[in-house]
C-alpha cells in the first residue's frame, strides 16, 4: 500500500454547503476505488494564497493523508481537479 499526501486549494467564494459538497465530491473519488482515507484529514480554512491565481487572493485550503492499493484513486482525483474549475490547485506527493 502507498500513501500519499495530497493538498488542494478551493475558491474562496463558494458558500459553506458548496464547499462540503465538492470535498465530498472529490474524496469519494478516493473511496469509491477502495483507498482510505486516513483520520489525519485537516481543513486549514480560509488563507490568503502567495500569489493571485485566477485573480483570486484568496483560497480553502484542505490536506488529507490517502492510503491506496494502486494509483487509480488518486489519478481520477486529479483528473476531476483539473476538471473542476473550483479548484484552483492541487499537490499531490508520494509518501
Known sequence: MKK??????????????????????????LTSNGDTVEVNEKDWGLRE?????????????VVLTVEAGNDEGVKE????CRIETNVLREMVITL
Open 4 to 29: 500519499y499526501e495530497i493538498m488542494y486549494i478551493l475558491n474562496a467564494n463558494l458558500t459553506e454547503e458548496e464547499r462540503t459538497a465538492l470535498q465530498e465530491k472529490l474524496h469519494g473519488c
Open 77 to 80: 482525483f486529479k483528473r476531476l
Open 49 to 61: 494564497l502567495a500569489y493571485p491565481i485566477n485573480f483570486q487572493s484568496n483560497g480553502y485550503y
